[in-house]
């Protein structure tokens, strides 16, 4: 089992920054894959970035240039640091984990399936 924990949401006029922190525990093995997706009202869940297990990285075009994913092993964190929010940024982001390797992990990312779930945090981007 993983659990995950996010914090770090709030609201920010566009342009700002925010980073987003995501506490992870649990079995190594089973997380090796870690994402962060998000969900606005009325959309369907997106993939925003992923961090694939050998350090790779990946994100949706419409966060390239301005989002970046990271970990930190030794404090078991998983971060979303996101600069020049837009409105259109405002959703809930949530903290993923799947144990899936390789090409698997981002076929995962794209169709939203990891097995393991944070509860969100709430992003507010105003104009």
């Known amino acids: 089992q993983v659990q995950l924990v996010e914090s770090g949401g709030g609201s920010v006029q566009a342009g700002g920054s925010l980073r987003l922190t995501c506490v992870v525990s649990g079995s190594t093995s089973r997380r090796a894959c870690m994402g962060w997706f998000r969900q606005a009202p009325g959309k369907e869940r997106e993939g925003v970035a992923v961090l694939l297990s050998d350090g790779g990285t990946r994100y949706a075009d419409s966060v390239k240039g301005r989002f970046t994913i990271s970990q930190d092993n030794a404090k078991n964190l998983l971060y979303l640091q996101m600069n020049s929010l837009k409105p259109e940024d405002t959703a809930i982001y949530y903290c993923?984990?799947?144990?899936?390797?390789?090409?698997?992990?981002?076929?995962?990312?794209?169709?939203?399936?990891?097995?393991?779930w944070g509860q969100g945090t709430q992003v507010t981007v105003s104009s």
């Open positions: 993923a984990a799947d144990p899936a390797s390789g090409n698997l992990c981002y076929v995962w990312f794209r169709n939203g399936d990891f097995d393991y």
